[in-house]
């Protein structure tokens, strides 16, 4: 339960991008479990969320944010549906890792498109519904966008963008009582990204132990970071008790935005 109680956020809307699976997937159920009314927008609908999003009441819908009317469309919803929107997680990204040598046009397009102008899109329409009554927007960057990194160049851009835009936006709709914060994760386990990202290497172990020896927590634990504890930061950002927070950027990252490598390594 993430130390929220059950009911503490009854009577208020969330919508989560890219919510069918890994840090999307653990952001809603902790939403609904602590008594939010949840709506995923997603590329996928994954048949293995079925019972599980059933139980919580948690409704879907296809939504691609790369397209601004599919986003406007999934908040329009939540909104007409609940009579208001409260909590946006803009979750949806991708990973890119290529020097930049090998890196098209249309792969440029693609990760700023997914990891960054979706973002955008979601506060840009989540401000509308948001304006006169407040609300919390989160946005899952990266210890990318933190510390850029020499492996994933253009990924490192799109989430130090998303950083960017989350201080931005902070700023111009404090007036309004919205708090826009980003949660910078990694490296997390039992998500779709990191499995694709195991999957390039020929020792798979192998590689996943340089993921967990790159964060001094995570070494120090010897495992991932779980979706469910990145799933613990977006519900303090969204909660009462963060009334004050905006702008800010928590790191989920067993400390690897210290930029100190394990000392046996
Ligand atoms: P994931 O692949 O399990 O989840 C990403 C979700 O986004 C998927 O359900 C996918 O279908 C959806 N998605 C992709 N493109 C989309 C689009 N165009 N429109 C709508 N939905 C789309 O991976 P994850 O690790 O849970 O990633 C979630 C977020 O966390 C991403 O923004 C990622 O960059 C960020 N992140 C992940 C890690 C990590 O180590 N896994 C670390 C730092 C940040």
Known sequence: MNGMARDDLAGRTAVVTGGSSGIGRACATALAEAGA???IGDLDELPENTDRFGELGIATQRC???HESEVAGLLDRAAEETGQ???LVNNAGIGMVKPISDVSEEDWDNCLDINLKGAFFGCKHAVRH???RGGAIVNMASNAGLLPRVSDPVYSISKGA????TKALALCHAADRIRINAICPGPVGDTRMME????EFSDREAAEQMFIAASPLANALGRMIDPTEVAAAALYLVSDGAAMVTGTMIAIDGGKALGVPPRDS
């Open 37 to 39: 009314r949840v709506l």
């Open 64 to 66: 691609d944010v790369r």
């Open 162 to 165: 998303l950083v960017a835009l």
């Open 196 to 199: 694709a990202g195991l999957a």
């Open 85 to 87: 929107l409260d909590i």
């Open 130 to 132: 948001m304006s006169g």
